[in-house]
């Protein structure tokens, strides 16, 4: 065996259990004498997988019987539009908060859907925070607010959650879902792409406000419905019942290392020792976003002299840490510490950097 | 290993050296040091997995550059809806041949984009048999012509490739695609769910001539869009790697079992096999379906005393015989005969078939 830690943006790391466990039952599953993927999503077995995964991440997140659980699919990008099909009439107003890249593609695919309204923008300041609450004004007659809590890209995270007065608050929680504790009862919708914090890609989490499912939203198939779908249990059409089964295995390795607290617990240390050492590096690393907004999950940084870009990919490579090339809009490095990412990574990646700083510095 | 013969409908069974492969490789994909649905889609690796999948099936099933071969999401009942939004203008006509269940569902989840109707309709006669090539017309006005070429649950398969006049042929092959050898270029467009004859759940192949790309369809989010999928290698988000990966792994695999030449002779032997025990049952067993209409791959059948259904289907699990239980709008037993069953397993079906006879005839 010869994994190496892995700081990919997504599709990322997996707790090394879930696949190990995928591995010994690919073939088999439980009694079925066949693959969990070759069994009707309408068999009693898949059935109570599926109940089970369902109840397991409400129990990890709290989420009340006042909210559907739906396992969808189109990844966040496709409910980048779903959400306006379903919570707003034609052409009516949304309000949404801008801070990266994400938040940017959200207004765009919501577009052809619903008068999507920059409500606030850090794009001035090169999306390196977060607006303040109280700095935007919801409209009474907006049909939600859209966020996105953490932006993968820019390494922004709203450690806060924004007002959104009287209108349901819409998260594309994508990159920082189940990283900790969230008063899940705040929010309209909760939406995130799996393949980041929950399995591999091409499952979408929605979690909706069951009152949201009496909105009659826009014209649309059947199969774009949220209610439907929540009447359906997430079965309307053939779900991806591979990825169930792996995000279900991921809820169980989250409760047995805790449950959200202890996670969120493990994270904020992971990205604290991260921070220190970027900013303890005498200007040798830097991180672009201001302190109170930088992300737990995806930490951007860059060298003092990006001439040294190539040499720190290929040393910290072979050194066992992974994907660790930032993304284009923002430049140098970027580390992805998700929940899958134990502590030794981080503190591998750390004394990397300062070796590699003591050599080139 | 106590794997069985499972004549599931959906999701099915798989190819047993794919399913070792994937076991093999689940923790480490080929150099990465990571499993392949831990590593970004726009790597290189990934990418060349990609586009040997494509290369691949293009190979297989003979698709010239005049088309685009996409990897999407959402399963066959979203791009019900994703047809017209993208080959039609809003409210236009689009004539529907319904043969069984799912077409049925494809004009109900058209309906709020297109004029859908119905050109012809075999429901009068149970789903029982296909239409007669030319007993439609079709309007010449129309954006396509949509029909299901095999009905999964009412067993029905078109043997020819109906005529669709001057209009783009449009056609749901979820449950037959890769089944034996097709003139792709009859087809405006082909589409098809991979969970019968190309891998898991929650993955979508789409195959567009590319002169219909050209169409403005109807106002909709980008990730909705053929034209804007289609530009981007089927990444404009993350698609669903895991499941592109499996279905590279099939398709491999139909390429060293011969390609579809080979795969279609040993699919004919197989249904004529079954059909044949049916017929020849005296009376025991019987099949719904017209002859020149049965399916290859899905062999719906009754016994004489629906008392009996129960009886078998517990001795032919038993026997190792697995998902037997027919549809509840059929009733009886469903043989899926799908590319990984092999002509062992249709012959154990019949043999149980003979004896449970023999015993309770």
Same sequence: chains 1, 2.
Avoid at 130 to 149: E, F, I, K, M, Q
Avoid at 291 to 318: C, G, I
Wanted: charged fraction near 20%; charge should be negative; proline fraction near 5%.
């Amino acid at each position: 065996m010869t994994r190496a830690f892995n700081f990919s943006a997504g599709p990322a790391a997996l707790p090394e259990p879930v696949l190990e466990r995928a591995r010994d039952e690919m073939l088999e599953w439980g009694a079925e004498r066949a693959s969990v993927m070759e069994i009707s999503h309408r068999s009693k077995s898949f059935i109570a997988l599926a109940e089970t995964a369902e109840a397991d991440v409400r129990e990890l997140m709290g989420i009340s019987a006042d909210y559907a659980v739906l396992f969808l699919q189109g990844g966040a990008t496709q409910h980048f539009a779903q959400v306006p099909l379903n919570l707003a009439s034609a052409g009516q107003a949304a309000d949404y908060l801008v801070t990266g890249a994400w938040g940017q593609k959200a207004v765009s695919e919501a577009a052809p859907y619903v008068n999507a309204r920059v409500a606030a923008s850090t794009e001035a300041g090169s999306f390196t925070d977060v607006p303040a609450n109280g700095s935007w004004a919801v409209d009474p007659a907006a049909a939600y607010l859209h966020y996105t809590p953490n932006e993968t890209i820019h390494g922004v995270e709203f450690h806060q959650i924004p007002d959104s007065a009287e209108v349901p608050l819409v998260a594309d929680f994508s990159s920082t879902i189940l990283s900790r504790p969230i008063d899940v009862s705040r929010f309209g919708v909760i939406y995130a792409g799996a393949q980041k914090n929950i399995g591999p890609s091409g499952l979408v989490l929605v979690i909706v406000r069951r009152d949201l499912l009496a909105r009659a939203g826009q014209p649309k198939a059947k199969v774009l419905s949220y209610a439907a779908q929540a009447k359906e249990g997430s079965m309307l059409n053939t779900p991806p019942t591979l990825s169930w089964y792996l995000a279900g295995l991921v809820f169980q390795w989250l409760k047995a290392e805790g449950g959200l607290a202890a996670i969120g617990e493990r994270n904020r240390i992971k990205a604290e020792t991260l921070y220190a050492a970027i900013d303890g590096s005498g200007g040798f690393y830097r991180s672009p976003v201001a302190p109170a907004a930088r992300s737990w999950m995806n930490v951007p940084f860059t060298l003092k002299d990006e001439a040294l870009d190539a040499a720190f990919l290929k040393e910290s490579e072979a050194a066992g840490l992974l994907a660790l090339k930032g993304h284009r809009a923002v430049g140098g490095m970027r580390a992805s510490l998700y929940n899958a990412m134990p502590l030794t990574g981080v503190q591998a990646l750390v004394d990397f950097m300062a070796d590699f700083a003591g050599r080139r510095g």
